[in-house]
């Protein structure tokens, strides 16, 4: 797209002139246009140069001739060396530009399908490990209610053993009373 301010460069010698000359009316329309935005006379005038699309306050012109101003705008030699557009090449370019296009919606697809297939993966690990660290939890308290109940168990039970001592020394004695008693029968 060329726009409508821009100048295309001229030949040192001369020979192109008109170029320059309409370079310089289109450049005057432009410049015109922009004083007087809005100017109907202005777009007009580019019209007949080319398309012209305005969207806001900011105007499109592409020149119909654009080839032809390319090649006027190269020097003598030059502008017999540039080759004519073949539309085979350019349908064949559109043609791939679509296929890669389609490739990269399929690719774009896939990769979408493969984060979203992480993403739910990423998911389960997470809701696990909540599971898992909540399970931990649950088991954690119950150990430590097991263990203050086994505490309280074993206070229970040095409270029912504190005769014991008490006891195994009676059990002593007469023990030593009965062996003294055997001793005096024998």
Known sequence: MAEGGSALPAEADGSGTQEREADRSLEARCSGGAQQPGSRRAAGALEREGTVRQEGRLTHFVVSNLQQKIQLSAPAGAASSIPPVDPAALRELGALAAQVGAQVDELLRSVHCGLQ?????SVGCIQTYRDGVESLGEAVDTSIRAMYTLVARCEELDLAM??????????????????????LCK
């Open 162 to 183: 504190k005769p014991v001592p008490a006891l195994a020394r009676r059990i002593r004695d007469m023990k030593g009373t009965l062996e003294r008693l055997e001793g």
């Open 117 to 121: 297939a992480l993403t739910a993966l």
